[in-house]
């Protein structure tokens, strides 16, 4: 039986993720999570989703990159902003 890495817990069912040559052991997503996943620069909060990079820091959202003074932070592209579905 497998070991996580985490919690220290053995479960048959624990699986391995390879992240920077390194493979860690977890029993649950949220032990993975919990030390694997990057936490926003601004807020803290577990980055889960894609994020977005600014100035080599990590921000859960362009929100949080604009708090730290990246004002070119966008969550999707201007050009999207009040688009409407063309012929319905
Ligand atoms: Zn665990
Ligand atoms: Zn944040």
Do not use: W
């Amino acid at each position: 039986m497998k070991r996580c890495d985490c919690c220290g817990n053995t479960y048959d069912k624990a699986f391995e993720i390879t992240m920077e040559d390194k493979t860690y052991t977890f029993d649950s997503f949220e032990c993975a999570i919990h030390r694997l996943a990057p936490s926003c620069d601004h807020c803290g909060c577990r980055i889960l989703g894609h994020g977005t990079e600014s100035g080599g820091e990590t921000f859960c959202c362009a929100h949080c990159a604009k708090q730290k003074g990246f004002e070119g932070a966008v969550d999707r592209d201007p050009a999207d902003a009040g688009a409407q579905p063309s012929s319905v």
